[in-house]
């Protein structure tokens, strides 16, 4: 791996996949090109996958410092685990290959609350080593302000 493709800023952004942040995080947060590397998902939600992203990002890619930047208004909020089953169904599509689907959808019920325990969980794990900054962040999409929360 080249030592270009390290971020400058030695810095991980873990995100939501929501469309409103497509580059306005970025401008929010003075994030250029080459200077993070940004791992996102629906609720920015700390699975298996992403801590393998960032065990990659911290031990290959010299990244010390880690933030979660979870919006108001995420969809994972409001999302309606029903209406995704039923929808499944109409499509021939089976919405019983996991035996909880709302559980593997990840269902949250605060955007604060899940950036806070989503910092836990990475500050926490075995595999992250203590020296890791890890940092907890709320983009409010209407005003662009972004609030730390832990
Ligand atoms: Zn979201």
Redesign the pocket.
Same mark, same amino acid.
Do not use: Q, R
């Given at each position: 791996m080249s030592d270009e493709a390290k971020p400058k800023k030695k810095l991980a952004i873990i995100t #939501? %996949? &929501?469309s409103r942040?497509v580059n306005y995080l970025y401008e929010k947060l003075g994030i250029d090109r080459g200077d993070a590397k940004v791992i996102k998902n629906? *609720?920015?939600i700390i699975t298996d996958d992403v801590l393998r992203s960032l065990v990659v990002a911290i031990y290959l890619l010299d990244v010390n410092k880690i933030i979660i930047v *979870?919006?108001t &208004? #995420? *969809? %994972?909020k409001s999302v309606d685990v029903e209406n995704i089953k039923n929808k499944m169904l109409e499509r021939g599509a089976n919405p019983y290959f996991t035996p909880n689907l709302g559980q593997w959808l990840g269902k949250i019920n605060s955007?604060e609350e899940n950036v806070i325990k989503g910092v836990e969980l990475i500050k926490n794990h075995p595999a992250i080593p203590k020296d890791v900054d890890v940092r907890g962040f709320i983009l409010d999409v209407e005003t662009g302000e972004l609030k730390q929360v832990c």
């Open positions: #939501c %996949m &929501d942040l629906a *609720g920015n *979870g919006h &208004d #995420c *969809g %994972m955007e």
